[in-house]
């Protein structure tokens, strides 16, 4: 009988990319995965350290599996993985002695000898080394039955941005070979998948080497990979403002396959609080990059991150953001209450407010921006739409895909449809999703 794994995965997608190559290397050790973890023989917990409220979840469900899981049944083992997992390290064994082991998110490739160790003795294991080229050379990769992939090119980040623990948690930028990369897309390919995500921390940072050891950037791989026939689509995130360079921009003209959407956060709308985030661009720095990218692919959807409340901010540095929202108007854009690390630099800067204004103001930042996204999707009504369908939707006959611009897009066919790019008309929208007819 095969063994069961259960894993929770929190955080960002190269969390979700990480949470699929753990699940590769205990296949051969004969796990299946399971949906209910009070079937689990194994449950790891991929976990995220970005806001504090991620980090405590970590910790309320730990409490939640001891009691439902494990001590109904004591030989079911328990992983904390992922950026928690770096950061507080033996702290979680301390904290949680139900654990039996804590893996970084450069070290799980580990996680068969980890297995063994955890299986054999009572010990429990802490493996935070980072060993970021040595991972992706002991990873397996499997897809299956899936339109869509996301693949990690770069991991770290040197930024080091004052409110983020990314660069303690992630360590430093690190970008695989052209090679590697090219060979993981040709297997998802050949299972079947359509549409590429290439995911970073700071993925526009990428500078991976190629065949003959000649570093290459972002709009290279975007190049090579569109050379791959079946992957029709082409997206890749998250970006840095700074790293945003002309030959990338001119990619979004140039290359069919790669999608007129970028996610590229500002944070704040104010020069002062980039400054003290340590962002190393100004708002019209941004701006003029904004402008850039609609010269040469004037549809482009663009998607932002914001943080409120970040140590010193003004109601004129506020207003200041909401202004530069109304001006470059996103499709889609998220947004935080500035949550303190612990360890990073931003913890040593004055607050001035208190937490009133701060929800005062993220509720002012959201009401705006859900607005701009329910305009944004509007504009789409009557017209046509290539959707690449990726999975049912809840009522029969339902299925969902994604436009081009990556809106969500729900439409009713009688036969499955799910892999192919279908043309559709949009006939209504909200400011989440879209709903289509296919033609
Ligand atoms: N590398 C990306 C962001 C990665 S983290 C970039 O530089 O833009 C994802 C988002 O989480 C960030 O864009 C930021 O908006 C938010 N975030 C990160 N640290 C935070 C903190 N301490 N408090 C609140 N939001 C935070
Ligand atoms: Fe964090 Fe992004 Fe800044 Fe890096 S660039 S420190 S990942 S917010
Ligand atoms: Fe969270 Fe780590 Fe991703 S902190 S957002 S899981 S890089």
New binding site residues.
Partial sequence: MKKKIFIKS???Q??VYDSERMYDLTKPLGYEMVNDKSKADLIILN????RDK?SEKVYSDIGRIKKQVIEKNPKCKLIVA??VAQAEGQEILNRSPIVNAVVG?QSYQNLPNILKKIDSEKNKIVNTDFESNLKFDNLNYEKNNSSTAFITVQEGCDKFCTFC??PY??GYEYSRPIEDIIKEIKKYAKSGVKEITLLG?NVNAYHGYDINKIERKLDYLINKISEINDIKRIRYMTSHPKDMNINLIKCHKDNSKLMPFLHLPIQSGSNKILKKMNRKYSVEEYEHTIDAIKSYRDDIAISSDFIVGFPGETDDDFDKTMSLINKIKFSIAYSFIYSPRPGTPATEIKDNNNLLIKKARLLALQTLLKKQQDDYNKLFVGKKLNVLIEKKGRNSNQFVGRSIYNQSVFMNSNTNIIGSIVKTKIINSTNFALSAEVI
């Fill in positions: 929190y955080g960002c190269m969390n976990t995220c350290h970005i991620a992922g950026c998110p623990v990314v948690t992630r921390q």
